[in-house]
């Protein structure tokens, strides 16, 4: 399958400040790249659509402001976390859209990030 | 309303034998996709198998069989000969197309931890 890579995997950042998650396809280019958030036992939310060249489209209630995602390249999106709290710890998780067979489209996930702010 | 829905928190199956992990959707869209994914305690999210709503036949991937019985809107997951490497969360996801094209959303279940028994 596509090998999508997430960095870092575990970062622990002080409260106000900011953290950047990078998510790389390794071997297909990707232009649609998706963020999620998973709190501990719960299921993937999705946060944000990333697309290569435009700007992202987040979903309801999250907060575009806070989340800055940029999509520069066909192979790489990031998720910055700006001036994080503790509520923002979390596991953010990416995804990249790849061709599965034919024109169906499935989603190959990095590694994850775990992030704890103190 | 829930989309995706698995109705089992937690399953056990001893090692070699199989399991069943369910998982109904609901959609009025005529096309879509159907997901399996693995996530063990490392955080990763491990696709495992995908079955289109225009597919004829179940699709299989190894170990792993997909029982799609469409008119019932169920998309159960076998999991055939059980390694205790199976423990783990496993989630059903739904992509519904939202304007087409590579603009889709992928929508999960809860999921389901399996654990394997010795």
């Given at each position: 399958?596509?090998?999508?890579?997430?960095?870092?995997s575990?970062v622990?950042?002080?409260?106000g400040?900011s953290?950047?998650?990078?998510?790389r396809s390794l071997?297909f280019?990707a232009?649609?790249?998706?963020?999620?958030?998973q709190f501990?036992?719960?299921?993937?939310?999705l946060?944000?659509t990333?697309?290569e060249?435009?700007?992202?489209t987040?979903e309801?209630?999250?907060?575009?402001d806070?989340?800055l995602?940029n999509h520069a390249?066909l192979t790489l999106s990031?998720?910055?976390?700006t001036?994080?709290?503790?509520e923002?710890s979390?596991?953010y998780?990416?995804?990249?859209?790849y061709?599965l067979?034919?024109?169906?489209e499935g989603?190959?996930?990095g590694?994850?990030?775990?992030l704890?702010?103190? | 309303?829930?989309?995706i829905?698995?109705?089992?928190?937690?399953m056990?199956?001893?090692?070699?034998e199989?399991v069943t992990?369910?998982?109904?959707?609901?959609?009025?869209d005529?096309?879509?996709?159907?997901?399996w994914?693995?996530?063990?305690?490392s955080?990763?999210?491990?696709?495992l198998?995908?079955q289109g709503s225009?597919d004829?036949q179940?699709a299989?991937?190894?170990?792993y069989?997909?029982?799609f019985?469409?008119?019932?809107?169920?998309?159960?997951?076998?999991?055939s000969?059980?390694?205790?490497?199976?423990?783990?969360?496993?989630?059903c996801?739904?992509?519904?197309?939202r304007?087409?094209g590579?603009n889709y959303?992928?929508?999960?279940?809860k999921?389901?931890?399996?654990?394997?028994?010795p």
């Amino acid at each position: 399958g596509a090998v999508v890579s997430q960095h870092p995997s575990r970062v622990i950042c002080k409260s106000g400040t900011s953290v950047k998650i990078e998510c790389r396809s390794l071997d297909f280019q990707a232009t649609t790249m998706f963020w999620y958030r998973q709190f501990p036992k719960k299921s993937l939310m999705l946060m944000a659509t990333s697309n290569e060249g435009s700007k992202a489209t987040y979903e309801q209630g999250v907060e575009k402001d806070k989340f800055l995602i940029n999509h520069a390249s066909l192979t790489l999106s990031t998720l910055t976390v700006t001036s994080a709290h503790p509520e923002d710890s979390s596991f953010y998780i990416c995804s990249a859209s790849y061709y599965l067979k034919g024109s169906e489209e499935g989603a190959f996930f990095g590694q994850g990030t775990r992030l704890t702010v103190v | 309303a829930q989309k995706i829905t698995q109705t089992q928190p937690g399953m056990f199956v001893q090692e070699k034998e199989a399991v069943t992990l369910d998982c109904t959707y609901d959609t009025s869209d005529p096309s879509y996709g159907l997901f399996w994914y693995k996530q063990p305690s490392s955080g990763e999210m491990i696709f495992l198998i995908y079955q289109g709503s225009y597919d004829q036949q179940n699709a299989t991937e190894g170990r792993y069989s997909l029982n799609f019985q469409k008119a019932r809107k169920s998309a159960n997951l076998v999991i055939s000969a059980s390694q205790l490497g199976d423990s783990a969360m496993y989630f059903c996801a739904m992509r519904e197309d939202r304007s087409g094209g590579s603009n889709y959303k992928l929508t999960f279940g809860k999921g389901t931890l399996l654990t394997v028994n010795p």
